[in-house]
């Protein structure tokens, strides 16, 4: 739009005014409308633009001398009759549409104040298209006709007011202006109460509307491509062409230009436009042509051939043709400015372009397409599938029409089952906002109304989990022809593989591989996986603790699926269900993975996770996917009996970690909560005496299935920030995962029973619990109370205290890590922790600053107080914590 | 000093009558008009109108205007037409 100021007389100005204060208050008494106060409006509408079709038609063609009276009714018709058959059970008032899969519903909010540009070439069908449209979706419009098309505009506005008004829509619903200049566009187009300027017309309007400022549907010009192939039925082409070319003599935008056809039927094509009426032009009469419709300097049409008849417009330019002539047949051979006759022609004009090969058809069909009719519509005659998709591929247009006429295809409805329209959208390509055909939707505003949902949840364990002493007995139920160990020196030493052995079932041909005792890396898998194929392995025991078990996790892995990059599945995710990248599920050998542990604190013989390094390229891997789950689980006392004393200690305290985690985690459900708890009360009962008495079966075997218990808990809930300072911590410092997680435990309780400063998002939580939670633990331990504060701090000061009983150091300092060299550390460890995953479950998010805190807390140790804010007041509420 | 509140109930039948009424019976000496719409369940083009005239004419003679119990269609609608700046709200 011009930036010129709009130059008005203040009467002017206050008839505009009044206008748009009228439109105004009709649309805001039209808000109060039903969907049923609406629809008793639009049927009456619709009958009286039907009944008005043949007279507003006639009035269209003597105003404007544009296009042919009988088709212009049949214009009306449709943008009643068809836009009414397809409006007529649309909601579009209140609840237009339900998703309850979803829990969200939406609804409709009118836009207010229309200001409505139509077109001289399609006048009264356009405004009985429009009216309908707006009393569907409760909105008043101020109406702006084409100048030369004031008057059959107006007489249509005021056929549907009149009617609309008695059937109760509010006074002042449609205005059409009258004798109105472009500053009067502006101005309107300008004003703070218009919502949408919806503008149907040449380019001048469409871009004037989208250079308000305002939003703006703009729709106008094309330039439709045809590609006739040579599979196509040539005399449906030819008739559906001719009938759509000719179809108001050609002012429908949507109609076609240019048909570009295959060599091969060329010659027999323009036979059969000849023979139904056509005047193949001769080189000369093209040349003349092309001087006369087209202005050579802008490529616009000439106005005077505009929605003129065939006969008409050869006699102006002086070309004789024969007086029934229906279309004139231009040959061409190019494209663009050199070619006048390849642009937009809303007259019967119809250029042609002979092709010799679908491949350079195709490429006339995008010259064409972009050589003014972007984005707009385009036509293809093929019965040839792929002809059809390539041409759909390639062509950038809002509706490509198949094998039916292009203008009356366009409007949707007749041919086909797009949605009724007299405003085509054109996309980007267009310069528009949207490519669909134009329809009460947007109208609307389209509001979401999005309830709250509880995510989907999930408890998944191993297949089988067998326990308790000698509980790998039951390996001799599986079958397998050929069986990989893979387990390391020091169990081997140990007896625990001839433990195992003895009780696989003979028939099995077993193998053992040793690996390090250590963080399995790229290396190690791979001969790991080397040997399973040398095997053909059905089935791997994995025997040890953590690092042989993740080892045998991955080599499966790898062995089932071998094209799967270990790399790229590890990449990171937020959320487990909404994850990027997903894991292979076509597996290649069936193999199956019996996990038995010979630690108790890790759970990996439970878990979906498995960590892994790669030396050579210097990165850590850390895999999480249930798939990696093992099939069958063994938590088989007998080989922690003997575990020494750091051992028992380092793995106890990290399974409590990781039962205190997954109790508060924002994934915590019912199902996991049972196992940490549980995992809870048996490490405090089980691991001092399990300390003290290595010796002591029952410790020994309630703290092997504590561990797995509360592997079940993390491996569904997840673990917390906790594990994320220590994983940070304790890569820095080569300080044991156990001894860091201590170091932070019971500041993290703190933390976390505090008020968050930010909390973690989670829809399936209703309230921040977890204080509530730790003080649940508290009351399963014991350890009185009568606040949910001293519960907490009742937890920390036991937790302080069991750790002090195995003598954990308590503090960071204590390692002989120096202030200085801490400080100097810190920004690195903050920004760590910050970027490890195991905090995105944390109840409370922990802002860096805060993990700075945490870290200085650690460092300096024990102390840390519960201040659980407003449930410090209250009495105990643990019971309702979950 | 006493305030004085001129208090009318708007016909929820006919609105816009109802409001040339009050309209009509506006004083300058009062400090307030109370404009009572419980019963006004939607509100016509006229309605619309004549609370538009009324909340000028209120404006001309320095009337402060008071609406009570005005419903959320209602409201909506007053919002719609930047007409509810021109009055106070009571529930």
Redesign the interface.
């Known amino acids: 739009m011009s930036d010129k100021p709009v130059i008005l007389s203040e009467e002017r100005i206050a008839y505009l005014e009044g206008l748009v204060r009228q439109a105004?208050?009709?649309?805001?008494?039209f808000?109060?409308f039903t969907q049923e106060d609406v629809d008793r409006i639009v049927k009456p509408m619709v009958l009286a633009g039907l009944e008005q079709a043949q007279y507003l038609a006639r009035l269209a063609v003597e105003e404007t001398k544009i296009g042919v009276m009988e088709d212009k009714a049949i214009k009306n018709m449709v943008a009643t009759e068809f836009v009414y058959n397809y409006v007529k059970d649309k909601k579009t008032v209140g609840v237009i549409r339900e998703y309850p899969e979803r829990s969200l519903v939406e609804v409709a909010e009118p836009i207010?104040v229309i200001f409505s540009m139509t077109p001289i070439t399609n006048p009264t069908s356009t405004v009985l298209f429009k009216c309908i449209m707006a009393i569907k979706t409760r909105n008043a419009v101020i109406f702006s006709p084409h100048p030369n098309a004031g008057k059959c505009c107006y007489e249509a506005v005021r056929t549907m007011y009149e009617t609309a008004v008695k059937c109760g829509a509010?006074?002042?619903v449609f205005t059409c202006l009258q004798g109105h200049t472009l500053d009067d566009n502006k101005y309107l187009m300008r004003h703070k109460?218009i919502g949408l300027i919806d503008a149907t017309g040449g380019p001048g309007a469409v871009k004037a509307a989208y250079s308000s400022g305002k939003p703006a549907l703009g729709v106008g010009a094309g330039n439709t491509p045809v590609y006739l192939e040579k599979s196509a039925d040539i005399p449906m082409a030819v008739v559906d062409i001719i009938t759509s070319k000719t179809f108001d003599n050609g002012t429908i935008c949507a109609s076609e230009q240019t048909v570009v056809i295959d060599d091969e039927i060329y010659d027999r094509a323009l036979d059969q436009f000849a023979a139904l009426g056509s005047h193949v032009c001769n080189e000369k009469e093209t040349e003349i042509l092309a001087r006369t419709v087209i202005d050579p300097k802008t490529g616009y049409m000439q106005p005077m051939a505009v929605g003129q008849k065939a006969t008409n417009i050869a006699k102006f330019v002086g070309i004789n043709v024969k007086p029934k002539t229906k279309l004139l047949i231009t040959p061409i051979t190019g494209v663009g400015p050199e070619h006048p006759l390849s642009y937009e022609k809303l007259f019967p004009v119809l250029s042609v372009y002979r092709a010799k090969s679908m491949d350079q058809a195709l490429k006339v069909c995008i010259d064409v397409n972009h050589n003014g009719g972007l984005g707009h519509t385009a036509v293809v005659f093929s019965n040839n599938e792929e002809v059809i998709q390539k041409f759909g591929d390639v062509i950038n247009a809002g509706r490509i029409i198949v094998n039916s006429p292009g203008s009356i295809g366009a409007l949707g409805g007749v041919y086909n089952d797009m949605v009724p329209t007299f405003s085509f959208g054109c996309g980007t390509g267009g310069g528009n906002s949207t490519t669909d055909n134009v329809n009460v939707f947007h109208y609307l505003n389209i509001k979401r109304v999005a309830r709250r949902t509880q995510a989907h949840m999930w408890f998944r364990v191993p297949n089988q989990i067998y326990f308790n002493m000698n509980a790998t007995e039951n390996l001799r139920n599986f079958q397998s022809r050929s069986t990989l160990i893979i387990t390391n020196a020091p169990l081997e030493q140990l007896g625990h593989v001839d433990a195992v052995k003895r009780c696989i079932p003979t028939e099995t041909q077993v193998r053992v591989t040793i690996i390090p005792d250590a963080e399995p890396d790229i290396k190690i898998i791979r001969q790991g996986v080397e040997a399973l194929n040398f095997y053909k392995a059905d089935q791997i025991i994995a025997l040890g603790g953590g690092s042989v078990i993740d080892a045998a996790k991955i080599m499966k892995l790898q062995y089932e699926f071998p094209e799967a990059d270990l790399e790229e599945l590890a990449a990171p995710f937020l959320d487990l269900r909404k994850r990027v990248v997903q894991y292979p599920t076509e597996k290649t050998n069936h193999a199956r993975l019996i996990a038995i542990s010979t630690t108790s604190g890790t759970g990996s013989e439970v878990t979906p996770f498995a960590v892994m390094t790669d030396k050579e390229r210097g990165f850590k891997v850390t895999l999480a996917d249930y798939s990696l789950t093992p099939d069958v689980a063994i938590v088989d006392p007998q080989y922690v009996m003997s575990m020494p004393k750091g051992l028992t200690v380092d793995t106890g305290v990290d399974c409590l970690t990781h039962a205190l985690e997954a109790g508060v985690s924002i994934f915590a459900s019912p199902y996991t909560d049972s196992n940490a708890m549980m995992a809870v009360r048996m490490v405090f009962k089980y691991l001092p005496i399990a300390f003290e008495n290595p010796k002591d079966e029952e410790a020994r075997t309630m703290m092997h299935n504590a561990a797995c218990i509360a592997a079940i808990a993390f491996s569904n809930a997840s673990v917390g920030v906790n594990h994320a300072l220590a994983h940070a911590f304790g890569a820095r410092f080569g300080v044991p995962h156990g001894k860091a997680n201590a170091l932070m435990l019971p500041h993290v309780i703190a933390y976390n029973a505090a008020v968050p400063t930010k909390f973690m998002p989670s829809p399936n939580q209703r309230a921040y619990v977890a204080h509530k939670k730790y003080a649940m633990m508290a009351d399963l331990l014991g350890l009185g109370g009568h606040t949910v504060e001293e519960k907490v701090q009742n937890l920390i000061t036991a937790t302080e205290q069991l750790l002090d009983h195995l003598g954990v150091p308590r503090s960071i300092s204590e390692l002989g890590i120096s202030k200085e060299e801490f400080e100097k550390a810190i920004p690195d460890l903050a920004k760590i922790a910050f970027d490890d995953p195991s905090w995105r479950s944390n109840p409370r998010m922990p802002l860096v600053s805060e993990i700075i805190e945490l870290f200085w807390a650690a460092y300096n140790g024990r102390g840390p107080k519960a201040a659980v804010g407003d449930a410090k007041k209250k009495k105990s509420e643990t019971m309702v914590a979950v | 000093m006493t305030t004085v509140v001129n208090w009318h109930k708007v016909d929820g039948k006919r609105v816009a009558q109802s409001l040339q009424e009050a309209r009509e019976n506006l004083n300058s000496s009062e400090v307030q008009l109370l404009l009572d719409f419980s019963e006004v369940r939607?509100?016509?083009?006229?309605g619309?109108?004549a609370v538009?005239d009324l909340a000028s004419a209120a404006e001309a003679k320095s009337v402060k205007v008071g609406l009570r119990e005005v419903n959320v269609?209602?409201y909506?609608?007053?919002?719609?037409?930047?007409l509810t700046s021109r009055f106070l709200f009571e529930n």
């Open positions: 105004r208050a009709a649309a805001a008494v808000s109060q207010g509010p006074e002042g109460d | 939607r509100i016509d083009p006229a619309l109108h538009e269609d209602v909506k609608v007053l919002k719609l037409a930047r």
